[in-house]
């Protein structure tokens, strides 16, 4: 090859020089490309790390998310910038934060334009393709297929968008009979085995509704947990003394904001077929008759809401579960596993009953953390842990990329786990972490727009929408973060520097003043 460019250099023109060095540099980028892992992205929306056993829970078994535990690495601190769907989503997309990739709470809609992860993936040889829930409004950029929900999507019967057989830049609509998440499953491994060019390496965003509101198990799970009573977690009746006002004012409780027919399933789903529904009725009359007669008031119906809400939400995780095994195991019977990244994580954690609570947005410790775990065979030392750096959902994109030997761009706002993977413990490493809920008092759940910085010991909360309203939590003494010490004297000094961190990281991020008050 050096042989036949050194002679060009004698006869060849300068044009046709450099045509020739491009086109031997994009040949070696080519066989370098065929080497390179495949990286499979297993996102689920709204599992939190209380309904997963390999993070300790007692309430649920998932062997399927288990396995990639026992096999990789378990993170304990990965922080959400923001913690609400299509945030967090656009947040992995372009690994920058919300005020500076324009998506700051469900609503807005993705500027697809704009610098992504999956088109330098696409750049550099990589076949991409995203299928599940999207929930960015826009139509998917920088993947060679997508099969996406239609927003939110149904648990059942889900209209998909697709670009296969769809003009360029554009998708088309097929409806489908079934359980979301097995549907999700089967087109997966559909294109895993069949669809995708199996030249390259691939990235697949593998990405489910469940088990988002409003949990509604599959035909195979309705009858799980009927035989056994879920333990109350401590905090199920929080009375929201020692904070400020927003814990107290917020629409997401369980006494009294779970809607009797969507949520509580006091009444079936729309649009089921007469099979669905028939196993639907079979499943839930019963025990919604037995219900009724109960006639429960006063801390006796909160019990029994929670007892509901929180066994469909745990029949929701058993079904990815169960389908993650199976991916798992297509990996194994193809022949990819050794040369595939798994990882799973979800756009943000979740209230299983915590200070009374569903839903997510706060900064609060279960919402704030989300499941992180990471598969990568021959690097990533199997069943090891990382309790101690803190990473985000601000960190996928660039570890992406490392993981496929392409350029992190300077603009990126977070770090590639790469390091972190090989056990390696960075010196500059950060330490801090920044947070920012936008969406605000009025909107879904009356959560108040808020920021903050937590260190992973001590955390300070500004929530601006209540005008000076702080809290600073001392996570170690107070897990539970029932008691601010931000007027307490003997917190003075960690308020000082909690604050001048605040400052100094929304200055190193870039966030304008106009969205402080």
Not at 214 to 226: F, I, K, R, T
Not at 413 to 431: F, I, N
Request: charged content about 25%; hydrophobic content about 35%.
């Amino acid at each position: 090859m050096s042989t036949g460019i050194h002679k060009n250099l004698r006869y060849s023109s300068l044009p046709t020089l450099f045509l020739a060095l491009v086109t031997a540099l994009a040949f070696g980028l080519s066989l370098k490309a065929a080497d390179r892992p495949n990286i499979l992205f297993i996102f689920t929306d709204d599992h939190c790390n209380q309904a997963t056993s390999c993070y300790g829970s007692e309430i649920i078994q998932t062997p399927g998310l288990d396995r990639i535990a026992r096999e990789g690495k378990t993170f304990w601190k990965c922080y959400v910038t923001n913690a609400i769907c299509g945030p967090s989503r656009a947040v992995i997309q372009t690994g920058k934060y919300s005020h500076l990739n324009g998506f700051l709470h469900n609503g807005n809609r993705f500027d697809g334009s704009q610098q992504t992860f999956p088109k330098l993936l696409q750049a550099a040889g990589y076949q991409t393709a995203v299928i599940g829930k999207w929930h960015l409004v826009t139509t998917p950029q920088g993947y060679d297929h997508f099969d996406v929900l239609k927003g939110q999507g149904p648990y059942y019967n889900p209209p998909m968008l697709t670009n296969v057989g769809a003009a360029p830049g554009e998708a088309v609509m097929h409806r489908h009979t079934g359980y979301t998440t097995h549907i999700i499953t089967e087109k997966a491994l559909r294109w895993l085995d069949e669809d995708r060019d199996k030249s390259k390496p691939f990235l697949l965003m593998y990405q489910h509704k469940a088990p988002h509101r409003s949990w509604q198990p599959g035909p195979d799970y309705l009858n799980l947990y009927d035989d056994i009573e879920i333990p109350e977690p401590e905090t199920l009746f929080d009375d929201y003394q020692g904070r400020t006002q927003g814990a107290a004012k917020q629409t997401m409780s369980i006494a009294n904001h779970l809607k009797p027919d969507w949520d509580l399933k006091l009444s079936p789903p729309k649009d089921l077929t007469p099979e669905q529904l028939e196993a639907w009725n079979a499943a839930y009359e019963p025990k919604n008759k037995a219900f009724r007669e109960a006639k429960l008031t006063g801390k006796e119906l909160v019990r029994w809401k929670y007892q509901r809400y929180v066994k469909d939400y745990l029949r929701c995780v058993k079904a990815v579960d169960d389908d993650v095994a199976k991916v798992l195991a297509y990996l194994d019977a193809s022949g990819l596993a050794d040369n595939t990244v798994v990882i799973y994580s979800s756009d943000q954690g979740w209230y299983l009953g915590e200070h009374g609570w569903y839903d997510k947005r706060w900064m609060y410790e279960e919402s704030l953390v989300t499941p992180l775990l990471v598969r990568w065979p021959g690097v990533v030392e199997p069943g090891s842990h990382d309790r101690e750096h803190i990473t985000s959902n601000l960190d996928f994109a660039q570890t992406f990329l490392e993981i496929a030997g392409v350029e992190q761009p300077a603009d990126m706002q977070g770090a590639s786990l790469v390091p972190l993977l090989k056990g390696e413990s960075p010196a500059d490493w950060r330490s801090s972490f920044y947070y920012h809920y936008y969406e605000g008092l009025g909107k879904v759940h009356n959560v108040p727009a808020h920021y903050g910085v937590t260190n992973g010991r001590h955390k300070l909360i500004h929530m601006y929408d209540y005008g000076d309203d702080w809290e600073l939590f001392d996570l170690e003494r107070d897990p539970d973060e029932l008691t601010s010490e931000y007027d307490n004297p003997e917190y003075a000094s960690v308020r000082s520097e909690l604050e001048a961190e605040l400052k100094r990281l929304r200055a190193q991020f870039q966030v304008p003043e106009e969205q402080i008050d």
